[in-house]
């Protein structure tokens, strides 16, 4: 079994700073592309940033100079640093990766995690 553990949201005001950590355990052989999500109220959840094994990175374009993604993976664990933060911010952001399980199966498995909260005061 494979769990994803956010944790790191908050309370903040606007143009403050937060930093969102996500980690993975269980029967990990590799982890390939990781992911942050965030879904506000009445919304769709969206993609923020995506991060390759490689380290190459993307994001959203709103998001784009404010928000950073990282990984350790000897900790296999992906980071999001959002500095600046806006009232439009405020979501419940959701860590997602793909996972290869084992030597001997080159598939890879999307997992979720349990999301954490942001909430963003103007």
């Known amino acids: 079994q494979v769990q994803l553990v956010e944790s790191g949201g908050g309370l903040v005001q606007a143009g403050e700073s937060l930093r969102l950590s996500c980690a993975a355990s269980g029967s990990i052989f590799a982890i390939d592309t990781m992911r942050w999500y965030r879904q506000a109220p009445g919304k769709q959840r969206e993609l923020v940033a995506t991060?390759?094994?490689?380290?190459?990175?993307d994001y959203e374009d709103s998001v784009k100079g404010r928000f950073t993604i990282s990984r350790d993976n000897a900790k296999n664990t992906v980071y999001l640093q959002m500095n600046s933060l806006k009232p439009e911010d405020t979501a419940v952001y959701y860590c997602?990766?793909?996972?290869?399980?084992?030597?001997?199966?080159?598939?890879?498995?999307?997992?979720w995690g349990q999301g954490t909260q942001v909430a963003v005061s103007s």
């Open positions: 997602n990766a793909d996972i290869r399980r084992t030597a001997f199966n080159t598939r890879l498995d999307n997992y």
């Open positions: 991060i390759t094994s490689g380290g190459s990175t």
